[in-house]
């Protein structure tokens, strides 16, 4: 019989092949001669010597094959057994219209994920955004702590130690964590070392010389100084931080790193994110 109206285009709604009735409870489902199998005994229509039978306990369902509560004979007539469609069977979704809500949890595995995907002439983005992190999380640290022997008697600014960075995000904010070991002055008590931290050319910070004055022949060989300093680069591009000093009026050798057991000057920068 046709259908009022328009017609569905999913159900899949089937007279199974007809049955003869003989002396056993279990029979075979078929449809067109191919074994058929519903997904559930809730799915058949059966008609039983014209009384309509109730599933789960008139009849169950395995596989294709249906058992009767009882064996019936030779006498019985199954009328007819229709399976009302393929459950749950939606169709295939318009295109944009599977929402996150409807992929139940758990359902997408690492067996799903592990197909090879063909990337070729595609733009694939990862890793973290700006928001996926909460503010004051260390993004990244670099460290030297190869600083360089110097032994001067002139009051230039010198390079100590340095380190390289490249900013994961532009307003993150730096601490610049600098350490000089082995600072000796030389003969002249007037000499008095100043600490400077640069950012590649930019001088972002210098110590008060007076509070960095070394007494004549001082030796600091077995100890040091530590500072930080905080900045503010406001770039992603790659940037040199820098421990600095200089000697004032030096009339005799003075020395950074000279001497073996002194150790040697370093420079941490940690990366914050605001």
């Known amino acids: 019989m046709p259908f009022i109206g328009q017609q569905p285009i999913t159900g899949a709604y089937h007279v ?3 049955i003869t009735a003989s002396a056993t409870a279990t029979y075979n489902l078929q449809l067109s001669s191919v074994a ?7 799915q058949l229509i059966v008609s039983l010597n014209g009384v309509i ?8 369902v395995s596989g294709s094959t249906i058992t009767f509560s009882s064996a019936l004979t030779s006498s019985d007539n199954i009328d007819f057994i229709m399976a009302l469609g393929d459950v749950l069977n939606i169709g295939t979704p318009t295109d944009g219209t599977v929402s996150a809500a409807k ?4 359902a997408v595995t690492d067996a799903k994920l592990a197909s090879t995907l063909d990337l070729s002439g595609k733009t694939v983005t990862y890793g973290l955004t700006n928001t996926d ?6 993004l990244q640290t670099v460290f030297n ?11 230039n600014i010198f390079d100590i130690v340095s380190v390289n960075i490249t900013p994961v995000y532009q307003n993150s ?8 070991q082995g600072v000796q002055a030389g003969t002249n008590t007037n000499a008095r070392f100043t600490p400077r931290n640069y950012r590649d050319a930019t001088q972002i910070w210098i110590s008060n010389a007076n509070f960095w004055t070394v007494s004549r022949n001082h030796d600091l060989r077995h100890g040091g100084w530590g500072y930080q300093v905080y900045d503010t680069p406001n770039t992603t591009s790659q940037i040199t931080y820098k421990l600095s000093g200089q000697f004032d009026d030096p009339s005799s050798p003075s020395n ?6 002194s150790g040697e000057s370093s420079i941490m920068v940690m990366e914050i994110k605001q």
């Open 256 to 261: 950074v790193n000279k001497d073996s057991n």
């Open 53 to 60: 039978q109730k599933p789960g306990s008139s009849f169950t």
């Open 133 to 138: 992190l909460p503010a004051g999380t260390v």
């Open 36 to 42: 058929f199998s519903p997904a559930t005994a809730n």
């Open 16 to 18: 199974l092949d007809a």
């Open 145 to 155: 702590g190869n600083g360089t022997a110097i032994s001067t008697t002139n009051s």
């Open 173 to 180: 904010k730096f601490i610049i964590t600098s350490f000089i």
């Open 103 to 106: 992929i139940a949890s758990s």
